[in-house]
């Protein structure tokens, strides 16, 4: 198991500050922006106003029958050779924005809308070592913790019930 950001609705103000921190993180050009557009992490509600969902990767140990036990659908949908790759040592699914060439494919294959379209890349939590966005929730809703498999179950039927 690695090391996620875990997120619990119940705490959730839907206050947005985890987004606005995380876009600190990746301002780019020495100018330091609240850019939501560029976070991590986004928040949703349902259509009732009676649930939250911050979505942010939670690295995929959620496996599809029949698929390596590395593979996440970002992974495998990716049509560049080695643009998505899981870590061996921490776990962590990580995009390369070097050879990213903004096609989509991955956003499209998360059904837990956990990766976003940026400036013309693909971008997803790829946990800080001191991530903003855990600092930044007051109720303390995100913390960085080890994934566990009742955990990983409750957020993937989450995020498929709240969508962004
Ligand atoms: S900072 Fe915390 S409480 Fe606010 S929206 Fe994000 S997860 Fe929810
Ligand atoms: S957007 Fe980038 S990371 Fe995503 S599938 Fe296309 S090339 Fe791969």
Redesign the pocket.
């Known amino acids: 198991m690695s090391r996620i950001i875990v997120f619990e609705q119940e705490r959730c103000t839907f206050c947005h500050l985890c987004t606005l921190y995380c876009s600190l993180t990746f301002s780019k050009g020495g100018v330091v922006e609240a850019r939501p557009s560029i976070a991590r992490i986004r928040v949703a509600q349902n259509e009732d106003d009676t649930l939250y969902a911050a979505h942010v990767c939670f690295q995929c140990p959620v496996q599809e029958p029949g698929l390596p036990r590395d593979a996440a659908a ?1 992974i495998t ?4 050779e080695g ?2 790759t899981r870590n061996p040592q921490t776990n962590i699914v990580e ?2 924005e070097e ?9 499209r ?1 998360c059904e837990y809308q956990a ?1 976003f ?1 940026t400036d013309g ?2 971008v997803k939590c790829e946990v800080c070592e001191d991530p903003l966005c855990v600092k930044a929730c007051a109720p303390q809703a995100l913390t960085l913790a080890e994934a566990d498999e009742e955990y990983l179950e409750k957020i993937a039927q989450l995020y498929k019930e709240v969508r962004l």
């Open positions: 970002c949908a990716c049509p560049v643009c998505i995009i390369n050879t990213c060439t903004g096609c989509g494919k991955c956003v294959a990766v379209l890349k693909a």
